[in-house]
Every structure is written in C-alpha cells, then in structure tokens.
C-alpha cells in the first residue's frame, strides 16, 4: 500500500518497451462473458533496461478496472497492457532551463516518473515538485520524495495539504494558488523553467510574481 486508497502493482512486461518518463499505458481486461474494460494508467517507474514497470492505481469505487486490482488480482495474472503511450507530456532531457512540476493526488504519479529518471540519469536540471493531498498521509511516494529531497541536488519539494495543517515549514496548507506557485518556482535555480502541470482541474486566482514558463498540461478522467 502507498496510501488508504492506493497501491503500486508491479508489471514484468513478455515484451519489454521502451519508454520516457510521462508516458502510459492502457490496461484492458476481459470478463468471461467477453465484456471488456480499459483505463489508462502512468508509469511511476523511470525507464531502464528493466522488464517491471510500476503502475500506482488508486481504488475507485465506481471503477472498473481499479477495483479488480485492488480486491481480485493475484501475483502472477497475466494482465493485457499497451503502449508506451502519449508523446507531449514527458521529461524534457537535458535542458538550461529548470523544470517545474505541478500535481495532485494520484496525478504525482507520471512527475514521480520524471524525478526519479532525473535522479537515475544525473542531468544537471533543477527540479521542483508542487504536490497537492488532502493530508500527510495522502501524499503519494511521500517516504521517498523526502528521502530525494535530503540527498538529490537542485530538487525541491512542496507539499500542499488541503484538509489539515502543514507539517513541514516549507509546506502550505490551503489549495495551490498563483501565489504558491511563484513561491515555489523561486526556489528553483534557474528562473527560466519548464511547467509540467497534472491533474489540477481549475486554476484559482490570485496575484503572485511574473515567471517565464513553457507549460504542458496533462489530465485523466475518472
């Protein structure tokens, strides 16, 4: 388990791909009767030679496709993916410019992705992580996230926790606004970034510092 409500499932691909950091892939299952089922999960893990790939699924109780993983799957099903899939929400690869990532709830999953290929290829690209959760147990890859923030360079992390206080001083304790973007943008080192932007649903107003950014924006359904 990673939090109440979600769980990474661990895939050894028969056919190993190559993917990027960002990318999906569809998961399709079949009923007996034929009915089938499809939904789009990230890859959480970072590309490597490696034939597993870690998808982190949250239990939806009006899914379809969550539900059985979470309450009937068993080690060794044979489960049917495709992909590697999309082609404009990905890790940028070496650039002068600092990268900048905005999620929320299951939406880290892709930028979790994206941090620890950063880590495995040793680019020099600063990077800021934006997370939204409800609370500090909600947050996704939390242990983790503050192990690279202790040991990774040019990585920052912001939490922002919606149903209770902060824990940490760095943190916040409200929804992300304009504000606490440009916040967080001025730890970056480099003031040029990228803005990787996923699952936030509606922007809020508010006054906040004038940043240069490139953004893409990324979003699932239910």
Same mark, same amino acid.
């Not at 824990?167 to 943008?185: K, L, N, Q, Y």
């Given at each position: 388990?990673?939090?109440?409500?979600?769980?990474?499932?661990?895939?050894?691909?028969?056919?190993?791909?190559?993917?990027?950091?960002?990318?999906?892939?569809?998961?399709?299952?079949?009923?007996?009767?034929?009915?089938?089922?499809?939904?789009?999960?990230?890859?959480?893990?970072?590309?490597?030679?490696?034939?597993?790939?870690?998808?982190?699924?949250?239990?939806?109780?009006?899914?379809?496709?969550?539900?059985?993983?979470?309450?009937?799957?068993?080690?060794?099903?044979?489960? %049917?993916?495709?992909?590697?899939?999309?082609?404009?929400?990905?890790?940028?690869?070496?650039?002068?410019?600092?990268?900048?990532?905005?999620?929320?709830?299951?939406?880290?999953?892709?930028?979790?992705?994206?941090?620890?290929?950063?880590?495995?290829?040793?680019? =020099?690209? =600063?990077?800021?992580?934006?997370?939204?959760?409800?609370?500090?147990?909600?947050?996704?890859?939390?242990?983790?996230?503050?192990?690279?923030?202790?040991?990774?360079?040019?990585?920052?992390?912001?939490?922002?926790?919606?149903? %209770?206080?902060?824990?940490?001083?760095?943190?916040?304790?409200?929804?992300?606004?304009?504000?606490?973007?440009?916040?967080?943008?001025?730890?970056?080192?480099?003031?040029?970034?990228?803005?990787?932007? +996923?699952?936030?649903?509606?922007?809020?107003?508010?006054?906040?510092?004038?940043?240069?950014? +490139?953004?893409?924006?990324?979003?699932?359904?239910?």
């Amino acid at each position: 388990m990673r939090t109440s409500t979600i769980k990474s499932f661990f895939f050894r691909l028969t056919e190993p791909f190559d993917y990027r950091a960002g990318q999906h892939v569809d998961v399709r299952l079949t009923a007996p009767d034929g009915y089938t089922a499809m939904r789009s999960y990230s890859i959480a893990s970072a590309p490597s030679e490696s034939d597993v790939i870690e998808l982190a699924i949250e239990c939806l109780t009006d899914g379809e496709v969550s539900p059985f993983f979470h309450d009937v799957a068993q080690v060794g099903d044979t489960i %049917e993916l495709r992909g590697p899939l999309g082609g404009h929400f990905l890790w940028p690869g070496p650039t002068e410019k600092s990268v900048l990532l905005i999620g929320a709830g299951s939406g880290v999953v892709p930028l979790m992705a994206m941090i620890r290929y950063r880590k495995a290829s040793g680019e =020099p690209v =600063p990077v800021a992580l934006l997370l939204s959760s409800k609370t500090w147990g909600d947050v996704l890859f939390r242990d983790e996230l503050l192990q690279l923030e202790r040991s990774l360079p040019d990585f920052a992390l912001a939490l922002a926790l919606t149903r %209770e206080p902060a824990v940490r001083g760095s943190d916040f304790s409200r929804r992300i606004d304009a504000a606490m973007v440009a916040d967080v943008a001025a730890r970056l080192s480099r003031r040029h970034f990228r803005l990787r932007v +996923e699952c936030l649903r509606r922007h809020r107003g508010g006054r906040g510092a004038r940043v240069r950014a +490139e953004i893409q924006f990324e979003r699932y359904g239910a």
